[in-house]
């Protein structure tokens, strides 16, 4: 029994929730205290992630030119890269914590992903 059990249609519908919320929680939570970068590198991924999703080949694209292979491989990246800039930029309180929870969120999603089916394994 595989304990990957986020099926891309799952995926797709937390898409736009997440990208509103990195865009929005940034101002709600008066982020950017101990760095200003903290901020900004949700703001404007929130702004990435949107976009991402919008690209993307799945049930919530619009335009679907993105393999969800390469939405997942994005999705890791920003995983790892909000896990280092707490540290890295020297993030403090709150700007340390959101991006520490948003990074575990993220790279969790992406690890329980259930793996998709290539046109071979589907014949």
Do not use: C, E
């Not at 304990?3 to 101002?27: E, N, Q, S």
């Not at 901020?39 to 919008?54: N, V």
């Not at 335009?63 to 990246?77: E, M, Q, T």
């Amino acid at each position: 029994m595989s304990v990957r059990f986020v099926t891309k249609t799952m995926h797709a519908y937390l898409d736009y929730p997440v990208a509103i919320g990195l865009i929005a929680l940034p101002v709600f939570l008066d982020l950017g205290q101990s760095n200003p970068i903290a901020f900004w590198l949700s703001f404007l991924t929130g702004f990435a992630a949107l976009a991402l999703t919008i690209l993307t080949d799945h049930q919530t694209g619009i335009i679907r030119i993105l393999p969800y292979s390469v939405h997942l491989a994005v999705d890791f990246a920003v995983g790892i890269v909000f896990l280092a800039a707490p540290f890295a930029l020297g993030f403090t309180g709150l700007d340390f914590a959101y991006y520490l929870v948003n990074a575990i969120a993220v790279l969790t999603v992406v690890s329980l992903a259930k793996p998709q089916k290539t046109v071979a394994q589907a014949a």
